[in-house]
């Protein structure tokens, strides 16, 4: 036996997509298309254009990341399913059968959608986990249940640092993403009570508009 010889590459294919859901275009966006994965159909978060590309290991990252999230949510009916990820470069999980968060779906669903939305945000909260990517495209109206997707963005924070005031702010952005979106649909916003508990400290208004700026020239 050759000792010396490298072992082959532990690479497994990804699946071909049978139908395009989005392009990644920008830096480190994945393509995401629906495919066959092992008899199901999946979809799947493809970031496998960086393989032996200086990003592959950022891309591996993500995956690993967006996995773990996806692990960790398994049987909770605000998330897809994670069905596994693909030689490090992709992931593929439950399809949703559900359509992204409009006046129209929200009108098939009910004026519950945002009570149960503010909901399963607390949930998520409570598990430690804050999403940092809500806006309407990330939440599935599945019949009458919100579904939480992309958790690409996603932190999840052991319990002793918590209560620290960045983690704060992070739950405290979730929660005034989906009353931008209440506001937005339905024209109801906050009571003076929950507007006075998601009011932002200077020092993250100047922090949030630094970001957007930086984020802004990385996205261009
Ligand atoms: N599990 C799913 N079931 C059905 N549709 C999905 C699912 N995951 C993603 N999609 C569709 O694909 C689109 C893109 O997916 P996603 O939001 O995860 O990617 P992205 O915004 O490009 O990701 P990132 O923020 O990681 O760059 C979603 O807006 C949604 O329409
Ligand atoms: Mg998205």
């Known amino acids: 036996m050759n000792l010396l010889k490298p072992p082959a590459p532990q690479v497994r294919p990804v699946p071909r997509p049978s139908r395009m859901l989005k392009h990644g275009e920008r830096l480190l966006e994945p393509n995401v298309y629906v495919a066959d994965l092992g008899g199901r159909l999946a979809v799947i978060k493809d970031y496998s254009r960086y393989r032996w590309t200086l990003l592959a290991p950022f ?20 998330a897809p399913a994670l069905l596994g990820t693909i030689g490090g470069l992709a992931l593929g999980m439950e399809l949703v059968q559900g359509e992204p968060l409009d006046s129209d779906t929200l009108q098939a669903a009910g004026t519950q959608l945002f009570q149960q939305l503010r909901g ?10 804050t999403h940092n990517d809500l806006h309407a495209s990330n939440i599935l109206v599945c ?10 963005s ?26 931008k979106m209440q506001q937005r649909l339905t024209g109801e916003g906050p009571t003076p009570q929950q507007a006075a508990a998601l ?14 700026r930086l984020y802004r020239v990385i996205k261009r």
């Open 59 to 78: 891309a591996r990252i993500l995956v690993r990341r967006e996995a773990r999230v996806l692990r960790l949510l398994r049987g909770w009916r605000h």
């Open 199 to 212: 009011a932002e400290p200077t020092w993250v208004r100047a922090l949030r508009d630094g970001w957007r």
């Open 120 to 129: 399963a945000v607390a949930s998520l909260h409570a598990a430690g986990i």
């Open 143 to 152: 019949g009458t249940t919100p579904v939480l997707i992309d958790y690409a």
């Open 154 to 179: 996603a932190l999840r924070t052991p319990r002793w640092l918590r209560s620290l005031p960045l983690v704060r702010q992070l739950r405290r952005s979730d929660l005034a993403n989906v009353f």
